[in-house]
């Protein structure tokens, strides 16, 4: 089992930047895949980025392309995402998650272990 903790929500403006973490503790995996999704209220949850977690290499929603950027520090089992020019359709829950399996892909049924998320509130 892996745990996940997230941090670094909040309450910012339209433009504003932040930077959300998790760490992971248990039984972490150097070959799976790490990501962040998302759920605003309503609405269901969504992909936002992930990172593959041996290799670094990324991906991104559409929507968010350009403006945040996930990254990893290995010695710490932390990855974070890094949130530029927010926007208020940024405002929702983020949750860090571990995929099940190896070569999962960006959806959230083959992601298995959950953190329990943090509201991030962009104002206009």
């Known amino acids: 089992q892996v745990q996940l903790v997230e941090s670094g929500g909040g309450l910012v403006q339209t433009g504003d930047s932040l930077r959300l973490s998790c760490v992971a503790s248990g039984r972490t995996l150097t070959s799976y895949r790490m990501g962040w999704f998302r759920q605003a209220p309503g609405k269901e949850r969504e992909f936002v980025a992930a990172?593959?977690?041996?290799?670094?290499?990324?991906f991104y929603a559409d929507s968010v392309k350009g403006r945040f950027t996930i990254s990893r520090d290995i010695a710490k089992n932390t990855v974070y995402l890094q949130m530029t020019k927010l926007k208020p359709e940024d405002t929702a829950v983020y949750y860090c998650a571990r995929a099940a399996v190896p070569g999962a892909r960006n959806v959230e049924a083959d992601f298995g272990s959950w953190g329990q998320g943090t509201q991030v509130t962009v104002s206009s």
């Open positions: 990172l593959s977690w041996g290799l670094g290499t990324t």
